[in-house]
């Protein structure tokens, strides 16, 4: 295990490695099941990546920002969390984090396509709202993560954010509030190297987020990103941690941003096609892939099977949403004060009335 407790680059703690091996005598901590399912997930995250793609360009979804790259460390991390007790506190690249928590992916589409009811939470899920405002999350998550704490309740929040965000002063805010009320949060940051087109090298001087940990009190530590194992037993870990009252975790997951930052960028503009070449060889799907052929846990026969389960739910999912794309502007004052102040409501009438 990498604790980081000084700055400066550390190797992350790594289980798979690119090649899909793993130490002789590694069994890891989940069953045949378990691993089918990590890997459908990965798998599904990637086709929804490449179907909302499409979509998008067709004028049927807005804008989108894919995982691809990212799916060990986000399937990882939410494998380690008990979605009847665990709240997930995500960013806006957590898809497959969400699904696990109970989000449905026809209400992804519906967020897409304008409809604000797709970023409501289903009652009984664990999960809050996709959030775009870098950071702010993180303090509503040591909130949520307290506020369990003082109902009696075992859960343990795990926020994600990005290398980006974590330049925020909402980070510095929460890991602190965090520190001194032994919050049972994990804070999992994805270091997936950009932040739209800044390089990491331009976030941080130490060149370890892991790191920063020390400062606030408790451990940080520091994985592979695109293995799967690495982040599934480091948030066990931390989660582990949090349930017995001793406090939060900072994990950096060192991973990798394969696709554009969104639908609305062109990478090609600033990243070196070089670096995007090199990374190609750490997916974390292929890797995962490969590992499970020689376990013996996946054929091609099988791996035909989910490709066709999953066209067909992405398939359900999105006829289930397209009848009601859209949303209107009013909605725009929905959900802001219970008793809106006379000139709010002067407002809403007045787009109303232009609509119209
Ligand atoms: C407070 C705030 N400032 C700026 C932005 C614009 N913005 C959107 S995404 C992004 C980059 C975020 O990078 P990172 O946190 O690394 O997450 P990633 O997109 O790489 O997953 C920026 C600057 C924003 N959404 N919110
Ligand atoms: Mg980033």
């Known amino acids: 295990m990498a604790i980081a407790t000084t700055a400066g680059e550390l190797e992350p703690t790594r289980i798979l490695a690119p090649d899909g091996t793993v130490p002789d005598g590694y069994d890891p901590p989940l069953s ?21 793609f499409s979509l998008q360009r067709q004028g ?3 804008t989108f920002s894919p995982v691809s790259g990212q799916e060990a460390s986000v399937v990882g991390s939410a494998l380690a969390l008990d979605p009847a007790r665990d709240w997930v506190v995500p960013q806006y690249r957590e898809l497959p984090a969400m699904l696990r928590q109970g989000y449905r992916l026809e209400l992804f589409f519906l967020y897409l396509m304008g409809n604000p009811a797709g970023n409501r939470m289903p009652d009984g899920v664990n999960l809050l709202p ?9 303090p509503h998550a040591v909130g949520l993560a307290w506020g369990l704490r003082h109902q009696g309740r075992d859960g343990v929040v795990c926020v994600y954010f990005g290398d980006g965000g974590s330049s ?5 805010e929460a890991c602190n509030l965090a520190g001194v009320r032994r919050a049972p949060v994990v ?3 994805q270091n997936n190297r950009w932040a739209i087109s800044t390089p990491v090298s331009k976030q941080t001087a130490t060149g370890s987020f892991a790191a920063r940990a020390a400062g606030y009190g408790f451990p ?8 799967l194992f690495a982040v599934y037993e480091a948030t ?26 969104n639908t609305a960028d062109d990478p090609t503009r600033y990243v070196p096609p070089e670096e995007l070449e090199a990374y190609r060889a750490f997916d974390p799907v292929a890797r995962l892939r490969t590992y499970l052929h020689a376990a013996g846990v996946l054929d091609d ?14 398939r359900a999912a999105l006829a289930a949403a397209e009848p009601q794309a859209g949303g209107r502007g009013e909605q725009l004052f929905d959900n802001v004060y219970a008793d809106p102040p006379a000139r709010l409501t002067q407002q809403r009438r007045a787009l109303v009335d232009d609509d119209a």
């Not at 996709?130 to 993180?138: C, F, N, P, R």
């Open 236 to 261: 066990v870990r931390a989660v582990e941690r949090a349930r017995a009252g001793k406090g939060p975790t900072l994990i950096e997951a060192r991973t990798y941003r394969m696709g554009p930052h």
């Open 130 to 138: 996709i959030q775009i405002s870098l950071a702010t999350q993180l």
């Open 168 to 172: 925020e002063g909402d980070f510095h």
């Open 32 to 52: 045949t099941k378990e691993l089918l399912d990590a890997y459908r997930l990965m798998l599904f995250s990637r086709r929804v990546d490449e179907r909302a």
């Open 220 to 227: 940080g530590e520091l994985v592979d990103g695109n293995d």
């Open 60 to 62: 049927r979804l807005g």
């Open 301 to 314: 026969a099988i791996e035909q099977q989910l490709r066709g389960e999953i066209e067909e739910e992405i």
């Open 187 to 189: 804070f999992f940051l």
